[in-house]
């Protein structure tokens, strides 16, 4: 009797991971999905926050993709190990501070050692030749493979008719000719296969799963950076740029402004980590400051957050500041004018 | 009440759902845990986590902002 052979997928949420793990899952292969959290997934998160997303769907992709696949998930928490591949990216990055390749590098390793650990025969993932311009081209498939130690146990059932094959193919453990060749950016062949498998409401592709794909997010990480004089961060800081306006109106501090009911109140479970602000005369943000900041800088902020609170065009705004050493004080202050907030302090 | 509780408050998903799957590796079947916990999404995350994992989901309770799920550990199957 044939052994039952086990294949790690690599479940991203999207429709490229779901469509790999059931081509391979429908050749009897016993497939369980595997989907690393890095902390710049989109996922989630920023749903949750905002109040303006309440209609927006909060499931998690991945855990959807696995409920349609009938497999098992596991999430790992990569935060950590993470930074090194988000600070030294060996492969430099891509358009932002996105480093694809050495993101597919790394997590590809990282599967190689749960089914080294875990008794699985080999790892599938979504990729597809040209799909992606750092990390998906014919180029840079060997190198995924090769560097991130899985070599001819990885498999890409989506485009493994344009590679030679894999020791799952050599083995007989899956049947090539069920395979596919897919190849280029076209979607047109994903979207047909996912029709025939019935497949519909799947994750739209819409950028990436990564905020390190999206600009702004990716100039407010330089920034703080640049502020701590070093590329270092942690979960928090990188929760945080998910959130709110972020200005930096002097070199030394940086202002966090809730934009709405619910950012503010994902910003109020920070208010001991740093020195912050709020309207009491009229509904207003909460604002937290990030950095060392004087009297002085402090009245700056106030009139700032006034600016952005329904006081804006009182003649006096009220305020609490609750410094960091637990100091509270109220302020009075004018609320800034518009053309008094420099372009270059939005980040 | 359940055998073992988890404080998830503040973390937003996936987080409360990653710690939750630490800690159920660390039960045994039988074993029942309540996962504490602020992030709306965690309603429904954890019982799509505990549904593709084998376990159960045997009650959701909301207070304001606190969300308390129970969890059923079962033989993961």
């Not at chain 1, 330089?222 to 502020?227: G, I, R, T, V």
């Not at chain 1, 207003?284 to 700056?300: H, K, N, W």
Request: contains cysteine; charged residues 25%.
């Amino acid at each position: 009797m044939n052994k039952t052979r086990k294949a790690a997928a690599l479940i991203s949420g999207g429709l490229d991971s779901l469509l790999a793990a059931k081509v391979i899952l429908d050749q009897g292969i016993h497939v369980e999905g595997i989907n690393f959290f890095t902390g710049f997934c989109v996922e989630g998160h920023t749903h949750a926050i905002r109040k303006k997303d309440k209609a927006k769907p909060k499931r998690n992709n991945a855990l959807w993709v696995a409920e349609q696949l009938g497999i098992k998930l596991h999430i790992i928490d990569i935060i950590e190990e993470y930074k090194d591949v988000v600070i030294n990216p060996k492969h430099g990055y891509g358009s932002n501070l996105n480093p694809c390749l050495d993101c597919k590098i790394f997590m590809v390793h990282k599967a190689k050692e749960w089914i080294q650990e875990h008794g699985f025969d080999f790892i599938v993932t979504g990729e597809v030749i040209g799909q992606r311009p750092k990390s998906q081209r014919k180029d840079t498939m060997p190198v995924i493979a090769r560097e991130s130690g899985a070599d001819e146990l990885l498999l890409r059932p989506l485009c493994a008719k344009n590679l030679p094959p894999s020791k799952p193919e050599l083995e007989g453990w899956v049947d090539r000719n069920k395979l596919h060749g897919f190849g280029g950016r076209t979607r047109k062949p994903q979207m047909a296969l996912a029709a025939q498998f019935g497949l519909r409401d799947y994750a739209q592709p819409a950028g990436g799963c990564c905020f390190l794909t999206d600009r702004q997010y990716s100039q407010k990480l330089a920034d703080l950076w640049k502020a701590r004089g070093s590329r270092r961060y942690e979960l928090d800081d990188i929760m945080l740029l998910k959130v709110g306006r972020h200005l930096r109106p002097r070199p030394h501090f940086k202002m966090i402004i809730g934009r709405e009911d619910g950012e503010n109140k994902f910003l109020h479970g920070y208010r001991k980590q740093y020195t912050h602000l709020f309207t009491r005369s009229h509904k207003g943000p909460l604002v937290l400051i990030d950095g060392e900041v004087t009297q002085e800088d402090i009245d700056l902020a106030a009139q700032i957050a006034a600016r952005f609170s329904q006081g804006r065009n009182a003649a006096k705004v009220e305020l609490e500041v609750q410094w960091l050493q637990g100091d509270r004080q109220t302020l009075s202050v004018v609320p800034i004018a518009v053309e008094a907030i420099e372009k270059d302090w939005y980040l | 009440v359940s055998d073992y509780e988890l404080d998830a408050r503040r973390m937003l998903c996936p987080m409360p759902v990653i710690r939750t799957q630490d800690k159920v590796e660390q039960l045994k079947p039988g074993d029942t845990l309540c996962v504490v916990c602020t992030d709306p999404g965690a309603v429904h995350d954890i019982p799509a986590w505990c549904r593709v994992n084998g376990h159960q989901v045997t009650d959701i309770q909301q207070h304001e902002e606190e969300i308390r799920i129970s969890v059923l550990v079962c033989d993961g199957q």
